[in-house]
């Protein structure tokens, strides 16, 4: 099982504040002048874009096609030529990233088969995984004061499914992967400030 040295992975809940943390975090490496790279799944390169407008309504096509898009995106974003996170580690940049292969463990994994979904992303462990655990009914309240219009996955029952697989995957991990699990209910500081001394323990 391979693990990529100095990639950092958030993931949770919709709402459960991945997004607010990871740029929290590439905030503090900028301050700190490390040599760092952040990115986010899906992507925002051509497969990536498909995968958004399928969340958004604007293609329409079957869970396992959608499954199959997530890591046809993602195994582009960890090895392509130009912009590949591979790459980049190359580079000793430290990655972070809003999401990886977790997501569609868990999210994909409420409607696909999951012992299809684990095999078609059988992509290297990060060496971090930081899970911000929100309760479902946080997530929905977060989601609504947004406004923004829903996504396929703004559902409650389907959060909750979600959130399961997530558990479930996170006793799966193997040795190497330096697991944070933060209650998401906190302030984004106090997040802010135990991942921080999380990382650092890591000399990341
Ligand atoms: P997200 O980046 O959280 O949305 P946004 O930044 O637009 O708020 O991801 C979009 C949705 O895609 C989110 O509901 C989680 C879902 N998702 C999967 O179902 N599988 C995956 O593999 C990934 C990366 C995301």
């Given amino acids: ?105 868990a999210y994909q994994g409420v409607e696909c088969d999951k012992m299809l979904i684990r095999t078609i992303n059988d992509f290297p462990h990060p060496e971090v995984l930081i899970f911000i655990d929100t309760p479902v009914e946080d997530c929905i309240a977060r989601i609504e004061k947004r406004g923004e219009e829903k996504e396929l996955f703004d559902r409650e029952n389907f959060l909750r499914s979600v959130r399961d697989n997530y558990l479930e995957e996170l006793k799966r991990l193997p040795e190497g992967v330096n697991l944070l699990v ?10 802010e400030s135990e991942i921080r001394r999380f990382l650092s323990s890591l000399s990341l």
């Fill in 1 to 105: 099982m391979s693990i990529l040295k100095s990639f950092i992975v958030f993931e949770g809940l919709d709402g459960a504040g991945t997004t607010t943390q990871a740029r929290n975090l590439a905030r503090y490496y900028e301050f700190n002048s490390r040599a760092y790279y952040a990115t986010a799944e899906p992507t925002s390169n051509p497969i990536g874009r498909l995968v958004r407008d399928v969340l958004q309504k604007k293609v329409i096509t079957t869970p396992l096609s959608l499954a199959y898009l997530y890591a046809a995106d993602r195994s582009d974003h960890l090895y392509n030529p130009t912009y590949g996170i591979d790459r980049i580690l190359r580079e000793e940049r430290i990655v972070i990233s809003d999401r990886y292969f977790y997501s569609s463990l």
């Fill in 182 to 191: 933060v209650d998401g209910r906190k302030s984004i500081e106090e997040t």
